[in-house]
């Protein structure tokens, strides 16, 4: 049986995708007898366009360090998003006051709160010098819930996004009168490569016996060549969402979600697609 993450590989400190990693014969996560071959990128990150977003913000390349620069007029950080981390990084690379960040901003930052959802987002925002919480909690409204629990500041907390976020987080907030300032800092866009990157896959290996999406942006940009290169065999596709924001977008369009990663770890999905494929599973 062939299993395909929906997902850009994103090799860790073995050089290896984590969720590729946690496939066959890895222990007691492993996916039985399948195997895990995940595509080329699906999306890709780009600056925003800002006349769809007349009310966003644009922390590009080509400005200076902006909000970034001002720790004290906020509580703290907020990212639910790697492809977020990867847009402020980028801009500190590039930025000729990086210098700051390093000897005095990165320190600001850390004297507050840095809230992050998922180990990947974390491990992106440790790498940029932050110190993290709230990774455990898995998706935004949980997030939502661990902050609204802790936070006390009338500061507002600042929410680097990108231009598809959901509106769960910053409404929880809301209503719990924490403020929240968010700024625009990507837009996702399909990655050429999709139909071709698909193309290939089912012409070497064939339809999946399990198909994993990993964002509703994902499946949006990849739905409909999917069904149109599964035909009449879609219905035996198992498909697998990591969270349930992406089972929620799954069941919209008429899928079938066969499983739900219990948290948006490697080993969890493994354990999750392995039960997806045993007979009679739920």
């Known amino acids: 049986m062939k299993v395909l993450l929906l997902k850009d590989p994103k090799g860790d400190d073995c050089g290896q995708d984590p969720y590729v990693r946690a496939g066959p014969r890895r222990g007691p996560a492993c996916l039985l007898s399948a195997q895990t ?19 966003s913000c644009c922390f590009s390349p080509g400005q200076n360090l902006g909000w970034l620069s001002h720790p004290e007029g906020y509580g703290g950080l907020i990212f639910t998003s790697p492809r ?19 000897k005095s901003l990165k320190e600001k930052w850390n004297a507050k709160s ?5 180990n990947a987002t974390a491990s992106l925002v440790n790498r940029i010098g932050l110190h993290t919480e709230g990774e455990a909690c898995g998706n935004a409204e949980k997030l939502a819930e661990y902050i609204c629990s802790r936070e006390s500041s009338t ?3 600042l929410f680097p996004c990108g231009t598809l976020k959901r509106e769960i987080l910053p409404k929880m907030l809301m209503d719990k009168g924490i403020p929240l300032e968010s700024v625009t800092v990507y837009q996702t866009i399909p990655h050429p490569g999709i ?10 290996q064939g339809v999946p016996a399990s198909i ?13 060549h999917i069904q149109e290169l599964s035909g009449d065999s879609i219905g035996q596709i198992k498909f697998v969402a990591i969270g349930p924001t992406t089972a929620h977008a799954l069941a919209a369009q008429g899928l079938p979600v066969s499983c739900t990663a219990e948290s948006p770890t490697p080993r969890a999905l493994a354990a999750g ?9 739920c």
Do not use: M
């Open 273 to 281: 697609i392995r039960t997806a494929l045993q007979p009679h599973a």
């Open 212 to 224: 994993t999406f990993f964002s509703p942006s994902g499946l949006t940009y990849s739905l409909k």
């Open 155 to 157: 500061l507002p907390l």
């Open 37 to 55: 071959l995940p595509l080329p990128p699906l999306l890709q990150a780009a600056p925003p366009d800002l006349s769809k977003e007349p009310n």
């Open 195 to 204: 139909q071709g990157s698909l193309s290939s896959y089912y012409t070497q």
């Open 84 to 102: 977020a981390v990867e847009a402020v990084e980028r801009c500190l690379q590039k930025d000729t006051k990086a210098e700051v960040w390093k």
């Open 114 to 118: 840095v809230y992050v959802v998922g």
